[in-house]
Structures are given as C-alpha cells and as structure tokens.
C-alpha cells in the first residue's frame, strides 16, 4: 500500500524501532545549474528481506533521453547482506556509473565479514577488523536502523568499502528539517556525511529511508525527491 506524502509524526515522541522492512521507492532525479534546480531523470530503490534477514538492496538512477545530450548520468547498485549479531553487513556490492564523459565506474566488491577479509575487483585484497563493513548502498540500512536506536546521537560512524579500500564514513545529525515534497510539509532529520559527499533526508513517515538526496559527483549536483512508496510483503 503506498504512502501518501502528508503523512508525517513528530520526532520528538517515543517510536518503535523499524526492523529491515521490504519497500520499493521512486525518486524524482534533478541537477543544479545556472538554470536552477532542473529534473532530468528519475531513480529507483528497492529493498528485498528475507525471514533469516539476508537482503538484496538495488538502485538505479537515469536521465530521461530528452536530457541525455548535457546532462548523461546513470548509476546502478546493488548489494548483497545480512544481519549478523545486529550489524548490517555487506557481502557483496557492484555498482556501474555512467556519464556524459563514459564509464565512470564498475565495481565488484565480495567481503567475508567472518574471514575478516574483502576482495575488490578480482584483484585487490583489504583485510577487515570491524563487525560491519558496509558499501555505498547498505550505509543508508545502517543509519536508518542506528537513528531509531541511537536519537540523541549526534554523530554515527562507519566502516565503508569502494574500489579504493575501506575508510571511515561519518554522518552527522545536523538536525529536525522541515522539507516541501509537492506543497506537503514532511518532517525530516538531516544527516551529512563528509566523506561520500552526500546529505540525507531521513522520515519517519517513511520508515526512516531519505526522502530526499543531495550527492554531489564531480561538478555536478544531484538532488533525489521521494515521488512514491511502497511497503512490499
């Protein structure tokens, strides 16, 4: 059943903690540019769990053909994991970028959190000393779940891997936003994160995924706005 938009609960009250929940969402994809904030596109995240919490978490993000000539941009991710011992865990991700200039990035990434090892295209090898490697994509499971555990937290830290290694990733609560979503008021916690160059829009309306995007990749300045939601059974 999808949730409409005007839907929203104040943060400042107890709430029940959200396990993994199943979803699909659709995003509304725009550029900032001397032109102002232009849509180009649209993206789409789907999350898939199991009763032995093993997910598959898939998004992909394009622009429509009409914008393809300056604005060229596709993103595809999917990650594999599980929950072990309450710690999201990431056991294998790839991810395919594209923009206007070409193949910006492909990347398959197998981590074995037991072995305490990751191995990064066919080639590389990190060794892991932390309870939970996460990816560019699983991050957003482990903070929606740290935020309902952690409220009064300020600063959520973690252990993520691209095709460079393994750094720390913080993300900083920065606090309660007000964001306008089609003339509807929706209350949000925003989180920043340094390192991924990116923002993030979290609603409890919505299961605490974001509901909107700011990722910033090279010159460019991408923002993704919640269209639609749907809880998958």
Request: aromatic share 14%; glycine share 4%.
């Amino acid at each position: 059943m999808k949730k409409p938009l005007y839907l929203f609960l104040c943060f400042f009250i107890a709430f029940e903690i959200q396990a993994l929940t199943p979803y699909e969402a659709t995003y509304g994809l725009s550029v900032t540019s001397d032109l102002g904030k232009i849509q180009i596109g649209k993206a789409k995240y789907k999350l898939v769990v199991d009763d032995n919490d093993e997910f598959t978490f898939s998004s992909e993000a394009f622009t429509d053909s009409i914008w393809k000539s300056l604005y060229n941009y596709s993103r595809y991710e999917r990650s594999i994991g599980s929950k072990i011992d309450d710690y999201i865990n990431s056991h294998y991700y790839d991810l395919v970028e594209i923009s206007k200039e070409g193949l910006e990035k492909n990347n398959k990434i197998r981590i074995y959190p037991k072995e305490n090892y990751a191995i990064i295209n066919s080639e590389q090898r990190r060794e892991t000393t932390s309870k939970s490697i996460l990816d560019e994509l699983s991050v957003y499971l482990a903070l929606s779940e740290d935020v309902q555990k952690n409220p009064n937290q300020d600063v959520f830290t973690y252990q993520v891997i691209d095709e460079k290694g393994i750094k720390q990733v913080n993300f900083k609560f920065e606090g309660i936003e007000t964001v306008i979503i089609d003339n509807i008021e929706i209350e949000s916690m925003k989180m920043t994160s340094p390192e991924l160059e990116l923002s993030l829009n979290l609603s409890r309306s919505f299961n605490f995924i974001p509901v909107i995007i700011y990722r910033v990749n090279k010159k460019n300045h991408f923002y993704l706005t919640l269209r639609e939601f749907k809880e998958l059974s």
